[in-house]
């Protein structure tokens, strides 16, 4: 990370980072309404940098074709997540971008351990994969209900007190052992107030385009919110690591949730720092044969290098050169000038 816009980034984050090791308390540490210091009328230019920024390194992920990326959402219903990850990733290109949202488990994967359906979505190196929830519902909704724990079928001598722990135990050594390969995992919650949550069930009561994102079930589930405010908490404090820690990313104010999970996930994609491919000796002789075969074969009076003709392309020396490089048929005849114009233009 060498140029000032990395240093922007950290400094956005900074604060909504979880310290590994430290103890939360999600209510009392982390306030959903925090903007730091920024106003919406800004947001809506710091997220197309961060839309911008995203692409740019997304483009270059891909062509190192080392690196993947995991980005785990959190949050409680009404959270943003889906807004987030619409607006987020506007941008770059989706042929390198895969989102898995996770339901109810299906018989299949509940024959199998509770890792082995989020590890079959796992990205590919190149690409980003994002988890719209995650493995974490493995210590949140099957902690909050038990019975869902039991339809899991676990031999009895693991259901003890202590499942929990080792539940976190298990899910930072995976962690550990994706990030140990070259699998960047990057974790957000989205951190909603009680309060803000009721005003968008209200809406989606109110509005009726909105009717179909509401379920009886999101009023069932916010009895619960102690409890899953409890249980989120026990999350952060045992699972934010120094290789994959947590982001508490405020949610109440949509745009400026938006900013900081693009903000996280390009502070990532600027530690990796992914690099175009150099071309080896063998490779850039082709690439000659290949450019004399196509300049060749240029129409009378047009250029030998089209784009070259339109911008200043240096040469492999560092050179830079002109537009009228290799163009076939005389000046006189509309070739390219020096400026890289054709006359006329």
Same mark, same amino acid.
């Given at each position: 990370?060498?140029?000032?816009?990395?240093?922007?980034?950290?400094?956005?984050?900074?604060?909504?980072?979880?310290?590994?090791?430290?103890?939360?308390?999600?209510?009392?540490?982390?306030?959903?309404?925090?903007?730091?210091?920024?106003?919406?009328? @800004?947001?809506?230019?710091?997220?197309?940098?961060? +839309? $911008?920024?995203?692409?740019?390194?997304?483009?270059?992920?891909?062509?190192?074709?080392?690196?993947?990326?995991?980005?785990?959402?959190?949050?409680?219903?009404?959270?943003?997540?889906?807004?987030?990850?619409? @607006?987020?990733?506007?941008? +770059?290109?989706?042929?390198?971008?895969?989102? $898995?949202?996770?339901?109810?488990?299906?018989?299949?994967?509940?024959?199998?351990?509770?890792?082995?359906?989020?590890?079959?979505?796992?990205?590919?190196?190149?690409? %980003?994969?994002?988890?719209?929830?995650?493995?974490?519902?493995?210590?949140?909704?099957?902690?909050?209900?038990?019975?869902?724990?039991?339809?899991?079928?676990?031999?009895?001598?693991?259901?003890?007190?202590? %499942?929990?722990?080792?539940?976190?135990?298990? %899910?930072?050594?995976?962690?550990?052992?994706?990030?140990?390969?070259?699998?960047?995992?990057?974790?957000?919650?989205?951190?909603? $107030?009680?309060?803000?949550?009721?005003?968008?069930?209200?809406?989606?009561?109110?509005?009726?385009?909105?009717?179909?994102?509401?379920?009886?079930?999101?009023?069932?589930?916010?009895?619960?919110?102690?409890?899953?405010?409890?249980?989120?908490?026990?999350?952060?404090?045992?699972?934010?690591?120094?290789?994959?820690?947590?982001?508490? +990313?405020?949610?109440?104010?949509?745009?400026?949730?938006?900013?900081?999970?693009?903000?996280?996930?390009?502070?990532?994609?600027?530690?990796?720092?992914?690099?175009?491919?150099?071309? !080896?000796?063998?490779?850039?002789?082709?690439?000659?044969?290949?450019?004399?075969?196509?300049?060749?074969?240029?129409?009378?009076?047009?250029?030998?290098?089209?784009?070259?003709?339109?911008?200043?392309?240096?040469?492999? !020396?560092?050179?830079?050169? $002109?537009?009228?490089? !290799? +163009?076939?048929?005389?000046?006189?005849?509309?070739?390219?000038?020096?400026?890289?114009?054709?006359?006329?233009?």
């Amino acid at each position: 990370m060498t140029d000032d816009r990395a240093e922007r980034v950290a400094r956005l984050i900074a604060p909504l980072r979880v310290e590994p090791g430290s103890r939360v308390n999600l209510g009392k540490d982390f306030d959903p309404r925090y903007k730091g210091g920024l106003k919406k009328k @800004h947001g809506v230019e710091l997220l197309r940098t961060g +839309v $911008s920024l995203l692409a740019e390194y997304q483009e270059r992920l891909a062509a190192q074709d080392t690196y993947g990326v995991l980005l785990c959402l959190q949050a409680l219903d009404a959270g943003g997540k889906d807004g987030t990850i619409r @607006h987020v990733m506007s941008g +770059v290109n989706p042929q390198g971008v895969k989102v $898995s949202s996770f339901k109810q488990p299906s018989t299949e994967e509940l024959d199998h351990d509770y890792l082995w359906r989020y590890a079959a979505r796992l990205p590919v190196r190149g690409d %980003i994969a994002i988890f719209n929830r995650s493995h974490y519902e493995e210590v949140l909704v099957v902690r909050v209900h038990p019975e869902v724990l039991e339809r899991q079928r676990l031999p009895k001598d693991v259901r003890g007190p202590d %499942i929990w722990d080792r539940r976190y135990r298990a %899910i930072n050594d995976w962690e550990r052992y994706l990030t140990d390969n070259g699998f960047k995992v990057v974790k957000v919650f989205l951190n909603l $107030s009680k309060e803000e949550q009721r005003t968008r069930f209200m809406k989606r009561l109110d509005v009726p385009e909105r009717n179909w994102k509401f379920s009886a079930a999101d009023v069932r589930e916010r009895r619960r919110w102690d409890e899953y405010q409890h249980a989120f908490s026990e999350m952060l404090t045992h699972t934010s690591t120094p290789w994959a820690p947590w982001y508490v +990313v405020p949610a109440d104010r949509k745009w400026f949730a938006r900013i900081s999970t693009a903000a996280v996930l390009v502070h990532t994609l600027m530690d990796i720092d992914p690099a175009f491919p150099v071309l !080896g000796k063998e490779a850039r002789k082709d690439l000659r044969a290949a450019r004399r075969e196509l300049e060749a074969d240029a129409p009378k009076g047009a250029p030998a290098d089209p784009y070259a003709a339109r911008h200043r392309v240096p040469e492999a !020396g560092g050179k830079e050169r $002109s537009g009228g490089h !290799g +163009v076939r048929g005389s000046k006189a005849s509309g070739g390219a000038s020096r400026t890289g114009k054709r006359k006329g233009e």
